[in-house]
Nanobody, 114 residues
């Protein structure tokens, strides 16, 4: 059974920080690159950051230098440290494999507003 459980979202002021965490079942986590995605109201879901099983990372241009993705293979978790947050980062954030599987978690809402 595939499970993805995201947490850590919330309301933060512009310039603030949040750390998101995702716990994944072994089925999806063990052999796959993992990623964080986000979907803002009225927009398509987009890839934010990706990390391979060996720890290589890639980021969307819009978050480079501000976000950091990491994974703990022993705990089966994928974290996203988000710094210098902007209002345009407001979205529901999801984790999944990359390429993504059909199963999605409930996501975690991030709202950046003063």
């Amino acid at each position: 059974q595939v499970q993805l459980v995201e947490s850590g979202g919330g309301l933060v002021q512009p310039g603030g920080s949040l750390r998101l965490s995702c716990r994944a079942s072994i089925t999806i986590f063990r052999f796959n690159a993992m990623a964080w995605y986000r979907q803002a109201p009225g927009k398509q879901r987009e890839l934010v950051a990706r990390i391979t099983t060996s720890g290589s990372t890639n980021y969307a241009d819009s978050v480079k230098g501000r976000f950091t993705i990491s994974r703990d293979n022993a705990k089966r978790t994928v974290d996203l440290q988000m710094n210098s947050l902007k209002p345009e980062d407001t979205a529901v954030y999801y984790c999944n494999a990359n390429p993504s599987w059909d199963n999605w978690g409930q996501g975690t809402q991030v709202t950046v507003s003063s």
